[in-house]
């Protein structure tokens, strides 16, 4: 069973920066390649990027293109996601999850494994 927990998140001014981390279980974290969702009350768990196995590949929302960085670190079993010049509406819950496949995906039916999430407020 892998189990994935996301941590790093709170209050944040506008034009502010976070950094969530999300640590997993298992050694299996390494050939994995791993994603980052949001998610706001009453709408759909939304893609905001994801990282292949080795790092070398990204692919981000264009909704924070150039603001949100993703890296990883294989040997914590770890993966980061940088948020900088933050705006409330990047205020949500972020979800960690665990793809299926090798191919950085942004649906969520291509995750199988998801942590609790962790809230991230961003005040104007």
């Known amino acids: 069973q892998v189990q994935l927990v996301e941590s790093g998140g709170g209050l944040v001014q506008a034009g502010g920066s976070l950094r969530l981390a999300c640590s997993a279980s298992?050694?299996?974290?390494?050939?994995?390649?791993m994603g980052w969702f949001r998610q706001t009350p009453g709408k759909e768990r939304d893609f905001v990027g994801g990282?292949?196995?080795?790092?070398?590949?990204?692919d981000y929302a264009d909704s924070v293109k150039g603001r949100f960085t993703i890296s990883r670190d294989n040997a914590k079993n770890t993966v980061y996601l940088q948020m900088n010049s933050l705006n409330p509406e990047d205020t949500a819950v972020y979800y960690c999850?665990?793809?299926?496949?090798?191919?950085?995906?942004?649906?969520?039916?291509?995750?199988?494994?998801w942590g609790q999430g962790t809230q991230v407020t961003v005040s104007s």
């Open positions: 298992g050694r299996t974290f390494s050939g994995y390649t």
């Open positions: 990282i292949n196995w080795n790092g070398r590949t990204t």
């Open positions: 999850a665990r793809s299926r496949g090798a191919l950085v995906q942004r649906t969520t039916t291509a995750y199988d494994y």
